[in-house]
C-alpha cells in the first residue's frame, strides 16, 4: 500500500509568488489534514478535510492560504502571495475515519523556502 | 494558552544508556496522548499511544510512556537505547471529540555507538 505522497520535496520561491503544493493521501482514506513546521516552533494544524469538505480550517493562518481538495481524492494547499515567514515545511497526514482512534498517517513533507 | 510541551531539546547519549522525555501538555478534559518519531530522511510515523485504560503504554522498538493524569504527563521511556534511535521525537495531543493534532516542539536525540 503506498502511502501519503507530497509534490514537491522542495520549493523555493521568492516573496510575492505563488506557490501550489500537492497531498495524495493513503487510497481509500476519507480524511487529510493538512499542518506546518515553521523552523524553530512546533507542528501546527492547518486544517482538516472529510473527503471534499473542509471540517476544520482554524489553523489556516490568513486568506492567503488556500486548500482544496476537489473530488475528494489529492489536495492542494496554495499560498499566494507567499511571504518570508510562509518557510517552512508542510506536511500532510491522512486516516481512514475521523476520530483519535485513527491513526494519521503522515507524508515527507515540503520544504518550502521564502526568499 | 493551551499547548504541549517538551524539554531539553536535544539530548546526546551513548548506546545502551537509559533515555526519558518528558511531555507535559495544559489541556483540560478528556486527551488523547501520542508520542510520534521522525528517523532521519523519514516520515514522521507513530512510535505509542494512549487512550485509556493502563496508563503505561507499550509501543514499537522498545518504547514505553506512562500518562499520569495528576500530572498532565505522558513521559516517553527506553531503558537501552541503540544507535538507530537517532530521530527526533514528537508528544502530540488530541483533545477529545477533535481530530487536530496539537504536537510539542519536539526533542532531538543523537545516539552515540
Known amino acids: 500500500e503506498a502511502g501519503v505522497t507530497q509534490f514537491p520535496s522542495h520549493s523555493v520561491i521568492e516573496k510575492g509568488q505563488t506557490v501550489t503544493l500537492r497531498c495524495d493521501p493513503i487510497s481509500g482514506h476519507d480524511n487529510l489534514y493538512w499542518y506546518r513546521r515553521v523552523m524553530g516552533k512546533e507542528i501546527k494544524f492547518l486544517l482538516h478535510?472529510?473527503?471534499?469538505?473542509?471540517?476544520?480550517e482554524s489553523g489556516m493562518p490568513n486568506n492567503r492560504f488556500l486548500a482544496e481538495r476537489t473530488g475528494g481524492t489529492y489536495s492542494t494547499l496554495k499560498v499566494q502571495p507567499a511571504e518570508l515567514e510562509d518557510s517552512g515545511v508542510y506536511f500532510c497526514?491522512?486516516?481512514?475515519?475521523?476520530?483519535?482512534?485513527?491513526?494519521?498517517?503522515f507524508g515527507p513533507g515540503t520544504r518550502l523556502t521564502v526568499t | 494558552a493551551q499547548s504541549v510541551s517538551q524539554h531539553n531539546h536535544h539530548v546526546i547519549l551513548s548506546e545502551a544508556a537509559s533515555l526519558e522525555l518528558g511531555c507535559n501538555y495544559s489541556?483540560?478534559?478528556?486527551?488523547?496522548l501520542f508520542w510520534y518519531v521522525q528517523y532521519p530522511g523519514q516520515h514522521l510515523q507513530l512510535l505509542l499511544k494512549y487512550f485509556s485504560g493502563d496508563p503505561l503504554v507499550k509501543g514499537i522498538k522498545g518504547f514505553e510512556a506512562e500518562f499520569i493524569k495528576s500530572k498532565f504527563s505522558f513521559n516517553l521511556r527506553k531503558p537501552s537505547v541503540q544507535w538507530s534511535d537517532t530521530a527526533e521525537y514528537f508528544c502530540?495531543?488530541?483533545?477529545?471529540?477533535?481530530?487536530?493534532?496539537?504536537f510539542g516542539k519536539g526533542n532531538q536525540v543523537v545516539v552515540i555507538p
Open positions: 497526514a491522512s486516516s481512514r475515519a475521523s476520530g483519535s482512534v485513527y491513526e494519521q498517517y
Open positions: 478535510f472529510v473527503k471534499e469538505s473542509k471540517q476544520d
Open positions: 502530540a495531543v488530541i483533545i477529545y471529540g477533535n481530530n487536530r493534532l496539537a
Open positions: 489541556y483540560g478534559g478528556t486527551v488523547n
